[in-house]
């Protein structure tokens, strides 16, 4: 069994993608956390997920929290994760696995190689494959960058068509896939990977029928529409040290509260300078993977659980509403520091707040107001 969890502002449109993209991989369930149901688009994107029969939606605003919001997404996300693992687990699946993966990710397993992991394997890895970034796409992308080798990283950078033989240059996005980890194990889900009680990674089983297709960046549009959006969500995300100042030029950018249509032209600029790819040249060149994540794998997909389970996975996530979820999270990344978790994954929710704020500054409430007709627009 597997189950995708993810937490996520969209429109209807991407999250309908994400969530048929992932079934349609080899995912068996996906549980989405809507990170703001109150905010504008939201209530259709809930009325969608809450009438599919193999999603458990999830409303993760003020009242899910506790008044104890984290201001950091990546916070949010690994918290949310880490309910979504610990309530599977209790509902009698340990052995499943459950997949922390974003919302313009789609997953593309083959389901009997993952069936056939054996049980003391508690990680596997699903390796990149990102969309090539286009100004328009006719439809949805179906040409995709994976990993080089040095040779065919060389090869590009003579040709031009790379700056520096590497693919952390050569990907926009992350290059080191996304972990998904078994429900009933003591580990924590980060934003990549599945560590232990002491943040060390663990070793994760890998093959190439497991891959997670990432639509990071793949048109001037949807490059707009993600980083107003990432701006508007609240404090800033993680980033690759690589990536540190890009993500700094437009945030501030976009801080500058300009007129819609003025700053959707600045950053379409911005796209076609440094991020745009000549997609013709890397597919004659052989280095690209041509597939339609949309569709149904051949072989080796995944099913719906059955009622009862899906019923008892809902119920165990929500007896954490209002409660604390600390011991939820151990960190975004294995890389860096954090407190230990407050208890062992596993424990039952204790008594916690219950309010109905959404935990944010009013600092971070004027700026999302700010960026209001920037999204709309995108929107529209």
Known sequence: MLVAVSTVMDTVAHVRRYVEGNLAGGVDHVVVFLDKPSGEGQGEVAEYLEAHPRVTCVRAGGQWWGGQRPDQLNVRQCTNAGVAKHALAATGHPEA?????????????????????????????????????????????????????DDELALLEGLGLLGTATNQAYF???????????????????????????????????????????????????????????????????????????????????????????????????????????????????????????????????GPLDEQTTSALGAAIEEWRGQDKKQHFNGVSAAKPAAKPAAKPGARPGKGASGSGDGESAGGRRERAGLSGALRSLRG
């Open 97 to 149: 696995w459950v997949l922390h993966c974003d919302g313009d990710e789609i997953a593309r397993v083959d389901v009997g190689v993952l069936d056939a992991v054996p049980a003391e394997q508690v990680a596997v890895r699903l390796a990149t494959r990102e969309a090539v970034s286009r100004g328009d796409w006719p439809g949805e992308p179906t040409l995709f960058k994976r990993e080089l080798d």
């Open 172 to 302: 926009r996005g992350h290059v080191m896939g996304k972990q998904a980890g078994r429900a009933g194990s003591p580990t924590w889900l980060t934003l990549h990977k599945v560590v232990d009680e002491d943040r060390q990674p663990v070793a994760p089983f890998e093959h190439p029928s497991l891959e997670l297709f990432h639509y990071e960046s793949y048109s001037a549009d949807d490059f707009a529409r993600k980083w107003i959006a990432m701006v508007a969500s609240g404090p800033r995300a993680s980033y690759r040290s690589d990536r540190r100042s890009v993500a700094d030029t437009l945030r501030a950018l976009i801080s500058r509260d300009l007129p819609a249509d003025a700053l959707e032209r600045a950053l379409r600029r911005y796209y076609a300078r440094f991020v745009e790819e000549d997609a013709a040249a890397l597919r004659d060149v052989g280095v690209l993977v041509e597939c339609d994540p949309l569709l149904p794998r051949d072989a080796g997909g995944g």
